[in-house]
């Protein structure tokens, strides 16, 4: 069977493919066990195809796993036991403790692919009536989480992971009062640790793309996947002998808000992949952090990256942004922005000019940019303005309104009228500053 399909990243997958990796029943069974992607049903069917085509085996007792004897014979009570919990889910008769007095409600929410949520206010009298009210979910929702709780009584909550479509992905029945029950369903798959290749190296950046942001979550650049980074030989044999799934970590440097770096680690590695998205602002510090273990660079260059990294985030997160932008360049925090006019009825303003037709709308473009503090670098002007010099007069109109407000902003002249070049000229050799 392709139990290659069952990984969740996409580059383990690939380099396990590569390198022609066969898996063994044990861990074919939990890489299934823990598929973000396969519905309950899923991974039912994968299970049953496991126990007709991979060889037995026991699994062994480790701190938190309990010792079965049969692989097989596991697998066959777990998918039974889960079967019974999503019959007790949607139907509240057959649960083995319901007490008919205090009835169940059902609640729910979305998660969308950003990792953001929401919850819905109403809660429900059984499963059918929520499915029924929300049968064609949000496009961008992936997941839908619905609570079950018995009304007056404590320990009574259960948990449902669902596809939009509606499809169990993963259910936690709450509390479990048989030991039995207890020790196959939670006892057994969480306990195991394994030690898969990865093409991760030292310096590397990766991520949990599910876990996008938050502590120990987003980029981070890696010291050590699973057992690489561990120098104590002692450490690397008690996490083969006692340690589960918790303990399948990748250690590296990650980043706080600010920018300022810390070292942990996350949990199940079989879930990274390498970073894909551009690194921008603090996050830029990783890059520098990479090179560095990978010996691209000194301890030298590498502070000095970070310094001027850290402080130019800081300097852009200081910036005041309860202010216009007029304030902004007022206070030499923004620099203003800078326009060229065109006045003309006719012909094209060239590359770069804002073109005006009439002298009405070139009074109205100067005044906005005066008031946005934009810089008017130059004003090319026209005379002749035929059927839009009924909208202010000709162009030199607008000469005339400039010379009245003392506003002697550059001007060029592009009449082909001489005589009202000729006008245009005298007056702004009269008016114009000339030292400016």
Request: aromatic share 12%; with cysteine.
């Amino acid at each position: 069977m392709n139990i290659l399909r069952f990984v969740n990243s996409k580059d383990i997958r690939e380099h396990l493919r590569n390198i022609g990796y066969e898996f063994n029943s044990l861990e074919a069974a939990w890489l299934i066990y823990q598929f973000r992607d396969a519905t309950i049903d899923e991974k039912h069917k994968a299970w049953n195809e496991l126990i007709a085509t991979m060889p037995d085996c026991p699994i062994e007792k480790r701190l938190n796993t309990v010792a079965q004897d049969s692989l097989h014979a596991f697998l066959r009570q777990y998918m039974e036991l889960e079967n019974k919990y999503l019959n007790e889910f949607y139907d509240e008769k057959h649960a083995d403790t319901f007490d008919y007095n205090k009835p169940f409600v059902y609640k729910f929410k979305y998660i969308y692919r950003d990792g953001t949520e929401y919850e819905w206010d109403t809660v429900f009298s059984c499963f059918d009536a929520l499915y029924e009210s929300i049968m064609e979910p949000e496009d961008d929702a992936i997941s839908i989480q619905c609570t079950k709780m018995q009304i007056d009584r404590l320990n009574s909550q259960q948990i449902a992971y669902l596809t939009p479509s509606f499809k169990f992905l993963h259910l936690d029945p709450g509390h479990i009062d048989s030991d039995k029950e207890s020790n196959l369903f939670r006892g057994v798959f969480d306990g195991l640790w394994f030690e898969f290749p990865t093409p991760f190296q030292k310096g590397d950046i990766v991520w949990d793309p599910a876990q996008p942001e938050g502590i120990c979550a987003g980029p981070f650049v890696t010291t050590g996947v699973c057992l690489d980074g561990i120098e104590d030989d002692r450490v690397k044999e008690n996490l083969r002998k006692n340690g589960d799934s918790s303990d399948m970590c990748a250690g590296g440097f990650f980043l706080n808000e600010d920018g300022s770096i810390y070292g942990e680690c996350m949990s199940n590695y079989m879930n990274l992949e390498f970073y894909d998205r551009e690194l921008t602002s603090s996050k830029r510090t990783l890059i520098a952090l990479s090179n560095f273990l990978k010996d691209e660079i000194d301890l030298v260059l590498f502070a000095r990256a970070y310094h001027q990294i850290i402080t130019a985030g800081y300097a852009e997160n200081s910036i005041p942004l309860d202010y216009m932008k007029s304030g902004m360049i007022l206070a030499g925090l923004s620099k203003p922005d800078h326009i060229k006019l065109w006045l003309d009825d006719v012909r094209e303003a060239p590359e770069g000019y804002c073109h005006c037709h009439s002298v009405n709308e070139a009074k109205e473009k100067i005044m906005e940019c005066e008031k946005e503090f934009i810089v008017i670098d130059e004003i090319d002007c026209d005379h002749d303005l035929g059927a839009y010099a009924s909208d202010g007069g000709d162009g030199i109109k607008l000469i005339d309104w400039l010379a009245e407000r003392k506003t002697d902003y550059p001007v060029r002249l592009h009449t082909m009228n001489p005589v009202g070049l000729e006008n245009m000229r005298r007056e702004i050799d009269r008016y114009w500053n000339k030292t400016k």
